[in-house]
């Protein structure tokens, strides 16, 4: 199979986001792989004339052809909005159209409509507004797919920092970092790094939870009785280095040596990935029977319609994807 007959699924996200924005900078170029982009047909039209951008939609169906992207024109695949859509002002009413985007993308990945799914940003917020409890794609993905536990990794070119919890108030963390939670964190890291991307023994920095990794249990006992006994039972399946006091595995020497690094929780890793590579960095769902990749940044309401919003974090999605996808076996 050719780069050019691999199909992405690109879903738009929030409509009154940066997502309309940004998939229609990505279309002015050309790209390997052909794309198939969810959303309404009217906010793509109204986000293009707001933007100055000329853009040629031809609306797809399950079934049409799929050619390569063509600078200048978007497949799309229409799903109508409920209300209409006002850059920047968020609609809760709009919510359902978010998620059957993504219930779309997601099915159609595993039936094998679609090789690869990326996605734009959604606002949590506002889906939870609707009345729809929902925390983040990862979460969504992990449970419509069926997938045992799935690890959210952040990758630019420098760094790959993956997350042991997600999107989960900081007062539950230290209860959440389970044995049995870091082991199967852990087992799909492992797995991923070796299989998608090619590491046959991947250097993992793992950070402590507390400050200074606990200082031998002054402050703080989930490095001793958690991390450490769980780390050991990894050692032979991969070159695992910590429990280390996170403000020190974030140094360059220790980055140097590190294929990724596990962070304990969203807000530890991810500030030192975003202040290294933010705008060029990639979002990949691990552990999922399907390619999810995301773009690094949120719906950036400020930005909608104003043509300020940049693409560069959703060619790098749809690079890693459409890369993933070409080494892929999820037979
Ligand atoms: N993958 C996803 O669906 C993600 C969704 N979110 C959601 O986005 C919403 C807003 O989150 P914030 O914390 O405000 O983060 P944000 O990333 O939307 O915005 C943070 C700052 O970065 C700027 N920015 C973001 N993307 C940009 C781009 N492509 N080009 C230029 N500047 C850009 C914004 O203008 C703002 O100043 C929240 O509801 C959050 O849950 C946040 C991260 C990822
Ligand atoms: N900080 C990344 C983020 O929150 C995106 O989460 P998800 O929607 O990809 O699960």
Same mark, same amino acid.
């Given at each position: 199979m050719t780069n050019s007959t691999k199909r992405l699924v690109i879903t738009s996200g929030e409509?009154? &986001?940066?997502g309309p924005d940004i998939i229609l900078k990505a279309a002015k170029n050309n790209h390997m792989a052909s794309w198939i982009v969810l959303g309404d047909q009217s906010v793509f039209i109204a986000r293009a004339e707001l933007l100055k951008i000329k853009i040629h939609i031809e609306l797809w169906m399950p079934g049409d052809p799929t050619p390569a992207h063509k600078a200048g024109v978007l497949l799309l695949y229409h799903v109508p909005v409920k209300n209409e859509v006002i850059p920047g002002k968020l609609d809760s009413e709009n919510s359902e159209y978010v998620l059957e985007l993504l219930k779309i993308a997601t099915d159609g990945c595993v039936d094998n409509t679609f090789d690869a799914m990326v996605t734009a940003p959604v606002h949590k917020g506002v889906i939870c507004e609707s009345g729809v409890p929902f925390s983040g794609h990862t979460e969504f993905l992990e449970e419509r797919t069926g997938a045992d536990k799935v690890v959210m990794m952040l990758a630019c070119t420098k760094l790959k920092v993956a997350l042991v919890? %997600? #999107? @989960?108030?900081l007062k539950d963390v230290a209860a959440a970092i389970t044995p049995e939670l870091l082991s199967e964190i852990l087992a799909t890291l492992i797995q991923s790094l070796k299989q998608?991307?090619? @590491?046959?023994n991947p250097t993992i920095l793992v950070a402590g939870l507390?400050? #200074?990794?606990?200082e031998s249990g002054h402050m703080g006992m989930e490095e001793i009785e958690v991390i450490e006994p769980t780390l050991k039972t990894f050692k032979t399946q991969a070159n695992i280095i910590g429990p280390l006091p996170a403000d020190t595995l974030f140094t360059p020497p220790y980055l140097e040596k590190a294929d990724a690094v596990l962070a304990m929780y969203h807000d530890q890793g991810l500030p030192v990935l975003k202040c290294i590579g933010f705008g060029e960095s990639v979002n990949i769902t691990l552990g999922l029977p399907i390619i999810r990749t995301s773009v690094d #940044? &949120? %719906?950036a309401l400020d930005l909608a319609g104003t043509g300020q919003a940049k693409e560069r974090s959703l060619i790098c999605a749809i690079k890693w994807a459409l890369q993933m996808s070409q080494k892929a076996n999820y037979a």
């Amino acid at each position: 199979m050719t780069n050019s007959t691999k199909r992405l699924v690109i879903t738009s996200g929030e409509p009154a &986001g940066i997502g309309p924005d940004i998939i229609l900078k990505a279309a002015k170029n050309n790209h390997m792989a052909s794309w198939i982009v969810l959303g309404d047909q009217s906010v793509f039209i109204a986000r293009a004339e707001l933007l100055k951008i000329k853009i040629h939609i031809e609306l797809w169906m399950p079934g049409d052809p799929t050619p390569a992207h063509k600078a200048g024109v978007l497949l799309l695949y229409h799903v109508p909005v409920k209300n209409e859509v006002i850059p920047g002002k968020l609609d809760s009413e709009n919510s359902e159209y978010v998620l059957e985007l993504l219930k779309i993308a997601t099915d159609g990945c595993v039936d094998n409509t679609f090789d690869a799914m990326v996605t734009a940003p959604v606002h949590k917020g506002v889906i939870c507004e609707s009345g729809v409890p929902f925390s983040g794609h990862t979460e969504f993905l992990e449970e419509r797919t069926g997938a045992d536990k799935v690890v959210m990794m952040l990758a630019c070119t420098k760094l790959k920092v993956a997350l042991v919890t %997600t #999107h @989960l108030p900081l007062k539950d963390v230290a209860a959440a970092i389970t044995p049995e939670l870091l082991s199967e964190i852990l087992a799909t890291l492992i797995q991923s790094l070796k299989q998608q991307f090619g @590491l046959k023994n991947p250097t993992i920095l793992v950070a402590g939870l507390n400050p #200074h990794a606990g200082e031998s249990g002054h402050m703080g006992m989930e490095e001793i009785e958690v991390i450490e006994p769980t780390l050991k039972t990894f050692k032979t399946q991969a070159n695992i280095i910590g429990p280390l006091p996170a403000d020190t595995l974030f140094t360059p020497p220790y980055l140097e040596k590190a294929d990724a690094v596990l962070a304990m929780y969203h807000d530890q890793g991810l500030p030192v990935l975003k202040c290294i590579g933010f705008g060029e960095s990639v979002n990949i769902t691990l552990g999922l029977p399907i390619i999810r990749t995301s773009v690094d #940044h &949120g %719906t950036a309401l400020d930005l909608a319609g104003t043509g300020q919003a940049k693409e560069r974090s959703l060619i790098c999605a749809i690079k890693w994807a459409l890369q993933m996808s070409q080494k892929a076996n999820y037979a």
